[in-house]
């Protein structure tokens, strides 16, 4: 079983084969222009993406539905799936973020007005710096708690689902609160709500998250063909990324601050950080010229391989000079570093001008 709420270590290939998501890889050819995170093997799975990619090679309509949970810090990772959103709102999808407050609510203890208030000041200035489109036709943000349509979907969609369900998919017991029990039906409401005839009908629709977020989507496309007859409902589709390693080597956490590099940090903090990343080196410079580094091991080259390096070619360069111990981790790790600087100064200024239209964004 996944736990949305726990899950730390994933098995990328046992979820292929377990759960059935497929291999994305196959779309490649198919899609005009990836981004990088598609091409570089970083989003390695799918569920009916087929439809996404048709809309995208006619220029139909679809829609993308990715939610923010505000409980805590952006790090680096999560800015994975702003650059998802950046893409599809280039290819001209609609772009929907429920703003999972009452799921902050239930499952973390987070009181509404904090939410709010993170929601603004971390998650969506985080999001505009980075260079999403706030004021784009065909942008849809929202939080959970004041969108009536999401909650009253969510009531009619709970008369099709009962507890030993929800106990099965997620693994609630007899102690787990009934509002935590209630609100992935919220979410499944999230994601289906702009396929109602007030938002335009039933169309694709594609939700990025990472694997550890799959019971929610199995659950809202088993949902959606339960409501075919009455709503039209499309089952969405869905990818899946990879998660970033950690600074430790563990999963990146924003309540393990050590393994984190958050959005807030500061240029110097941020090289300092990966200075003190975990490498794939070896543990002598003279073992390392002869066998060479893993950089599939490497904290620091998925920095690269995730943010700092968009060029294929000097990614390349940089992975064989590792592997053939053509370069050694202190180097490699101070290049990385004033990378990672560069992207925190520019980052920061961006940050202190999104502040502003931030503070505007859900009045
Ligand atoms: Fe990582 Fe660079 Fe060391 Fe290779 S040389 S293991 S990529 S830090």
Redesign the pocket.
């Known amino acids: 079983m996944i736990d949305p709420w726990s899950s730390s270590v994933i098995d990328y290939e046992k979820l292929t084969e377990q759960f059935g998501i497929k291999p994305f890889v196959g779309f490649l050819d198919e899609i005009n222009d990836p981004p990088s995170l598609m091409s570089r093997g970083i989003v390695f799975g799918h569920r009916d993406y087929g439809r996404i990619v048709k809309a995208l090679r006619e220029g139909s309509n679809f829609a993308v539905v990715t939610g923010m949970m505000p409980s805590g810090k952006m790090h680096i990772g999560h800015k994975m799936i702003v650059d998802q959103l950046i893409w599809y709102q280039k290819k001209g999808a609609e772009i929907y973020i429920p703003i999972a407050d009452m799921e902050s609510y239930s499952a973390r203890g987070v009181d509404f007005e904090k939410s709010r208030k993170l929601a603004i000041t971390e998650y969506i200035t985080n999001y505009i710096a980075l260079g999403l489109n706030f004021k784009a036709k065909n942008f849809h943000i929202y939080l959970q708690s004041e969108n009536k349509d999401v909650q009253d979907l969510a009531y009619k969609l709970a008369k099709k689902v009962n507890l030993s369900e929800m106990k099965a998919i997620y693994g609630f017991s007899n102690s787990t609160n009934l509002a935590h029990v209630y609100v992935p039906l919220i979410q499944v409401a999230d994601i289906l709500h702009p396929q109602l005839s007030k938002y335009g009908g039933p169309k694709p629709i594609v939700v990025p998250v990472g694997p550890d977020q799959d019971p929610h989507i199995r659950l809202t496309r088993d949902i959606a063909l339960r409501f075919k007859k009455i709503f039209k409902f499309i089952p969405p589709s869905s990818t899946y990324h990879r998660f970033i390693t950690g600074l430790t080597g563990e999963k990146m956490s924003s309540s393990k601050p050590k393994t984190a590099i958050f959005l807030s940090d500061s240029p110097e903090i941020a090289e300092k950080k990966i200075k003190s990343a975990k490498?794939?080196?070896k543990e002598t410079l003279d073992e390392q010229r002869a066998t060479g580094?893993?950089?599939e091991d490497?904290v620091?080259?998925e920095m690269l391989l995730y943010h700092l390096t968009p060029d294929d070619d000097e990614l390349r360069k940089?992975y064989n000079d590792?592997r053939e111990g053509n370069?050694?981790?202190g180097e490699?790790?101070q290049k990385t570093a004033d990378l990672m600087k560069d992207f925190f100064r520019n980052f920061s200024r961006k940050r202190e001008k999104a502040e502003l239209l931030a503070g505007k964004i859900l009045e």
């Open positions: 490498t794939g080196g580094g893993t950089p490497c620091v080259y940089i590792c370069v050694m981790c490699c790790k």
